[in-house]
């Protein structure tokens, strides 16, 4: 059995984590962390764990680390890099926060206005989008898990650009998220009356993710590029929809779009592409570590439009953390992962 | 006092205009049509209006048209053609229908599948976008309510278009809708189960408001265009939050879009243009006639975004008919329409 | 006019008292004050308001109070006390806080757990359940506006009680309440994700609003009663219903409490008994200052169930606020009241 | 592994014995039926199982019975009872509709309003609340699997009427259902716009659980009784919360219930006595087949409280016919039923 910790168990992601790892056949629960709730049973913070023994939650700095081989590490943006730092070498790291996605020290501090702390980790730091840096993944003592955003912003757009089927300069993403993508601090744009019977765009042309999902996608494209990307905060609890708006170079037609995503992601297990005229749900995925992608002729010719649909707190977090953990230990991919969605 | 008749007054539409109408200190209701439901009183099919004293519910065949001055048709696509045309010549209308919006029998029967009954009807029809038609829209008896999507997409892209600020051939539209946009008959679509807690996009590329966009804003850019359009269903009663793409023409800035959206809907009671750094939300319109209207600059320098909010039920179909019959009757044209949201 | 002042304006009983003031026909809006955000505009907290001219936010100790007829006050319980002491006499207020809803000092401490700090003002204030102490509130300076449980829980019962018909020993008041009642605090329980999808029960035998219950209809048996009474807390953002479970007393049948109820409400604009064989839904009175009641034979021949439905914020709050105001100023009672529920 | 078909596959019941199935070690999905969608895979009506390989719906008639084991029926009340008297003799089956769960076909007469048509079957038929009932559902070839409501609200009132602790002429359950409940054919009154931000009571006094429950309550009491129980419809899909109101017996008090509830539960897996304080949220219970019941002390001495949750598609149904044919077939009783909820 792998000895695991979740350092910050007390938020969304962290409750996530442990509903699925408390379903994964090789993993036991070692130790919970949570600064605010130090002492206190789990099932006090999150009380549908009130049935099942786990350890208590503690302070990180009271943590032996000696029973413990893997650490996922769920702490707010900012705060992980001297925490990971710390950790002692044998054990290895997914790392759900924002602080070691970008790969430069640069990079990081333009978009989080804060010189990184740690530019030689990071250095070492593999991104993981699973299906796409599986190999690094293997071999990295820790992984950058991505941004729920960026997870379902790059899966689609990623084969289409390394076979230059599209236009790099055009490339917008209008993503919808639920409201567990903002954490569970209370401020008051979050309450139950702001968030219900509405909808709204937030850091229009701002979003941290916007550097992130534009590094991933230059990767793929050869050269720099700059996405156009709008996220929304709707009344869902998970779920993320984006809908990507593509130009296709000249002679390119919406056959090879799907040929190239289609061949990307034969017998992967998570990523899907609909059939053609099926559009996914982000309630066909949720619970689940799956990403559904369709494609979408525009009337315009040379257009076309593809959606993809996550869970955030699955495959834009928790779960794609776990697959990354599966990637890390040379376990089977799926393990821990395999339920279906919860819908109704 | 003006004598109105509301022909499908048993669907949201028609319960909201009856809610409108009762604060509107001109108008008495006269008569309130619903085959189905013929015989009823209103309250059994809309519990809300019990307290009030109403006419019951009759079949169009039998209603008194000597006492009628004012029509709000309020029936499905495609059934509303045959009615008005045998209405009695006194009596002027605002049909909320998609049967009289787009100007030619050749479009109608393009989208609609169908060819147009009423060529000559259709020919005397005014689209009824109140602050952009409204001298045509005073003259005319059969006004064609826009769609709840064209309203919110149309009303920040003409002035850009008028002027020439914005490219023509990469406007794209990603609207999100409440659910009463899909109209009160049962579906397993539109079950509560269904449709809360996730979102998804349909009719992409093929939905009909999509080609009633592209003739306003044609006729604004002064050629042919086709927008890209996406809509969406979300968990919400009401409201349409259109997130809008656009590129900017060589030498234009962010302030001329601002500066054109602000001249052309000066003095408008109904449509606002937010100051910078602000985006509406669907919430702080609901149940009223206002459209919120935003401006973003993007990361790329020459592109820019747009957002508005409007309330589908009112601006985009029930408060803009009441717009319309002020207009029309040469009331002030708030009159009715005053409410402020209903928030939360 | 009449020159008003919201005291405790940014919360969510301070903008439904403007939004419903703004259609009163008799009030001008003078003064609006929140310690916190003094100095902004009101649409920086409420943008619903934007279109709207509105004085800014200021703290308590700034206003004019030479310019002031009548004051809400929309304060946080326990805070009220000195503030209503330092009122200029010409004032007259409702209040909308707990401070002087029960009667005595004694009960207030009981329930409040601290002396109450003004009890001759104490004693001169009326609690304001409208229908039943109509005439007090007309000769009232201040009013103690009605908790919104109690509201809905005692216009059921007080005519029963009052004709002694059901058994004042076994009354049991199940109430299901949307989260505006919680108010506009962060706190992590009222979050949208833990808000929505579910339902729990609070205060279980302990909420304060029990023992205002019990004053009100004790009043009403002539003698004392303890009620059971459980609130819940439910994924909507307005609306109490409540199911109140009563025993006839030896010979009385449902047509005796239906005509009680007939009688005693006959007349008011407000509180509306529903026909044999239906039943209120919150939606119905979404917005608006109704109350609903319906009457249930149960399957045991001595016992009945009653279901009341009413709007928190309204009927509840500062719909019932306006209501006294109009009494306390000899207004037609429903100016600024006539609007029907929006519903969808 | 057990070869298990699913008759009527097509509604929520059906999509969440196949969710759940799906993670059971012993059970192999052999065949789905559905009428109307016989020849469509089954990823046609549940979107959220197109990544695995499922059986094609079929009609029932055309299944070959030699490789089924077991079944379940999850097919309209009113209709299994031919489809059940036809099945072979060697298959045996949980029942999950109403058909089989009254005991004599004079109380099925008298609930559903027409004659049983298999008095033979009902005789041998066992009622499958699995706590009470796990002898004898061990060895039955048909268990009736019990309503959503039903189960709710007996597994918290048997030991306390067995014990003689409580008034068994004074219970009143008050139960709030989520619109999972009411099944996935579309009704007018189920629509997202009828459902949301709202509640409503419906079958007051006649709902057809009632006599469900008062059989099993009755049988407990070990005489005849009749309890108050009142359903409400809510805005969440899943989750049944049951607050139920007793009077103690003279001498009894709070801590009494408590010990007769745990003594009554210990080492049950899905029985959950919380702790003095706690109140059970159906959020904590969601996709599990968890009960949890809370205890509360009311003002009135004599008098208490008590709560409880479930998901009405787990314990409700799916849930607890998958812990019965566990029971039937010598399983582990747990077996595909160990997930944590999923919260948010």
Redesign the interface.
């Not at 979050?190 to 937030?202: K, M, N, Q, T, W």
């Given at each position: 059995m792998l000895n695991v910790a979740i350092l910050g168990a007390s938020g969304?992601t962290g409750?996530e984590l442990?509903?699925l790892l408390?379903?994964h056949p090789k993993v036991a629960i070692r130790a919970l962390t949570a600064e605010r709730h130090a002492g206190k049973p789990y099932a006090q913070v999150?009380?549908?764990?009130?049935?099942?023994d786990l350890p208590d939650l503690q302070k990180i700095d009271t943590l032996d680390w000696s029973g413990i081989d893997f650490v996922f590490c769920a702490l707010p943006h900012g705060t992980t890099q001297p925490i990971i730092a710390a950790l002692p070498s044998h054990v290895r790291v997914v790392d759900l926060s924002a602080d070691f996605r970008l790969e430069t020290p640069e990079a990081y501090e333009a978009v989080y206005g804060a010189p990184h702390e740690q530019p030689a980790l990071l250095k070492d730091a593999v991104y993981g989008l699973s299906e796409i840096e599986r190999e690094a993944i293997s071999k990295a003592r820790l992984v950058a898990n991505p941004g729920c955003y960026p997870t379902g912003a790059q899966l689609p757009l990623i084969p289409l650009l390394a076979k230059d089927l599209i236009d790099a300069d055009?490339l917008?993403i209008?993503s919808?998220s639920?409201?567990?993508g903002a954490g569970?601090?209370?401020?008051?744009g979050?309450?139950?009356?702001?968030?219900?019977?509405?909808?709204?765009?937030?850091g229009?042309?701002?979003h941290r993710h916007?550097p992130e999902i534009d590094q991933g996608l230059s990767k793929a494209a050869g050269r720099d590029l700059?996405v156009?990307f709008?996220p929304?905060l709707?009344?869902?609890?998970?779920?993320i929809?984006s809908?990507i708006?593509v130009t296709m170079k000249p002679g390119v037609g919406l056959h090879d779009l799907r040929q190239a995503l289609e061949s990307r992601y034969e017998g992967e297990?998570f990523v899907?592409v609909?059939a053609d005229g099926?559009?996914?749900?982000?309630?066909?995925?949720?619970?689940?570590n799956?990403v559904l992608i369709s494609l979408?002729?525009?009337?315009?010719a040379n257009?076309a439009?593809l959606?993809s649909?996550e869970d955030n707190l699955v495959k834009g977090a928790s779960g794609q953390a776990i697959q990354n953990m599966n990637i890390m230990m040379g376990y089977q991919e799926t393990l821990g992962l395999?339920?279906?969605?919860?819908?109704?």
């Open positions: 969304y409750a442990l509903r408390l379903n999150f009380p549908q764990f009130a049935m099942l055009s917008i209008d919808k639920g409201a567990t569970r601090s209370p401020k008051e979050l309450l139950f009356c702001e968030v219900s019977d509405g909808i709204h765009a937030y229009i042309g701002t916007g700059r156009r709008t929304h709707m009344p869902m609890s998970r779920g929809l809908t708006y297990a899907h609909l099926q559009a996914p749900q982000t309630r066909h995925v949720r619970g689940t799956h979408h002729p525009d009337r315009n257009q439009i959606v649909a395999t339920l279906t969605a919860q819908f109704p």
